[in-house]
C-alpha cells in the first residue's frame, strides 16, 4: 500500500490525526466528515493514495466498485439505502476536491436538497 507521507488522509488512515471511523476493512477506510453537510456525512477513502480520480487506471477498476458497494452498504446498515443517499466525488479544484487523496463522499439520513452538490 503507498501512502504520501504530507497526505491528510493517510495520516488519517495511519492513526496519526484522530478521526471517528465508521469502517475498514483491507482497502478502504470511512470516516465521519468534520464539516458534514447532511445528518450522515462519511468520507470512504482507498487506504493506498490515489490523488483523484484522473489518477485511477484500469487496475483500480475493481477497488472503485468496492468504494460504492462500501458506502452503500454503510447506508443500509444505518437504515436509509431505501430512502435514499448521495455519493459524490469531487476532482481537482474546479471540482471542488480540497483534500488530494480521492474520497466518495456519502451524504444522507434525511431528506437532502436538491441539485447537484446541495445538501440543505
Known amino acids: 500500500m503507498s501512502t504520501d507521507k504530507n497526505c491528510l488522509f493517510c495520516k488519517i488512515i495511519r492513526r496519526e490525526i484522530p478521526a471517528d ?22 468520507l470512504f477513502v482507498p487506504r493506498r493514495h490515489i ?8 487496475e483500480d477498476a475493481a477497488l472503485m466498485g468496492r468504494l460504492v458497494l462500501a458506502a452503500r452498504g454503510h447506508a443500509a446498515e444505518q437504515g436509509f439505502a431505501d430512502s435514499g443517499f ?25 431528506q437532502l436538497a436538491g441539485g447537484f452538490g446541495a445538501t440543505r
Open 86 to 110: 448521495r455519493l459524490v466525488m469531487n476532482t481537482n479544484a474546479h471540482g471542488c476536491q480540497t483534500v488530494f487523496h480521492m474520497h466518495l463522499h456519502l451524504l444522507g439520513g434525511g
Open 51 to 58: 490523488e483523484s480520480a484522473n489518477a485511477l487506471t484500469e
Open 21 to 42: 471511523f465508521v469502517y475498514e476493512d483491507d482497502e478502504i477506510v470511512a470516516f465521519r466528515d468534520i464539516n458534514p453537510q447532511a445528518p450522515v456525512h462519511n
